[in-house]
């Protein structure tokens, strides 16, 4: 039997197993790979699954974050839970954690892009096309360094990460 999943905000230490956990999604190209050194960056942004192993300790088994890309708006990212433990609703929890941390933050839609349609329909994503956001905010997001943000506005740039993948939105 699984022990129960618990989730909280990461902290620097979590980061070898934040990138432990995301690198053979990188490997199948279902998430961007990144250095260690974007995830210390980034690391308030994320929260982690992790299990009780008693006298063992805890071992992180899921990681995700939420992205803050507009006054009204963020992205989930980096979704993954270890292959041992899908299916054990690891990700289920990590994903609703991350829609609660958008709506404290006060914030009215979360998107996403993946290949997990029906993982994501069952928390309310639907499926979108088009732009998400007015004009002056579009040009406003071009002034942004971050791969998901040129993702998220589908520039040509990203276009071999985001083949095959679902844009979908989350309105709260």
């Keep these: 039997m699984t022990p129960p999943v618990k989730v909280r905000p990461a902290l620097?230490?979590?980061?070898?197993?934040?990138?432990?956990?995301?690198?053979?999604?990188?490997?199948?190209?279902?998430?961007?790979?990144?250095?260690?050194?974007?995830?210390?960056?980034?690391?308030?942004?994320?929260?982690?699954?992790?299990?009780?192993?008693?006298?063992?300790g805890t071992r992180v088994i899921g990681c995700g974050a939420l992205h803050v890309m507009w006054s009204d708006l963020?992205?989930?990212?980096?979704?993954?839970?270890?292959?041992?433990?899908?299916g054990t609703g690891a990700g289920h929890a990590l994903?609703?954690?991350?829609?609660?941390r958008a709506r404290a933050l006060g914030l009215a839609r979360v998107f996403c892009l993946t290949f997990e349609v029906r993982f994501f329909a069952a928390h309310g994503f639907v499926p979108i096309e088009g732009a998400l956001v007015d004009p002056d905010v579009y040009?406003?997001?071009l002034r942004s360094h971050d791969d998901g943000v040129a993702e998220f506005l589908d520039l040509a740039r990203v276009k071999p990460n985001t083949l095959g993948n679902t844009r979908m939105l989350l309105t709260l």
Aim: charged letters at 30%; hydrophobic letters at 50%; a negative charge.
């Design 95 to 100: 994903l609703s954690a991350l829609v609660d």
């Design 12 to 56: 620097p230490r979590d980061v070898p197993a934040i990138h432990g956990l995301v690198e053979p999604y990188a490997a199948e190209r279902i998430l961007l790979a990144k250095d260690k050194v974007a995830y210390y960056e980034a690391v308030q942004e994320f929260l982690v699954a992790e299990i009780d192993l008693g006298d063992d």
């Design 139 to 141: 040009a406003e997001l």
């Design 74 to 86: 963020a992205e989930v990212r980096t979704l993954a839970v270890s292959e041992g433990h899908r």
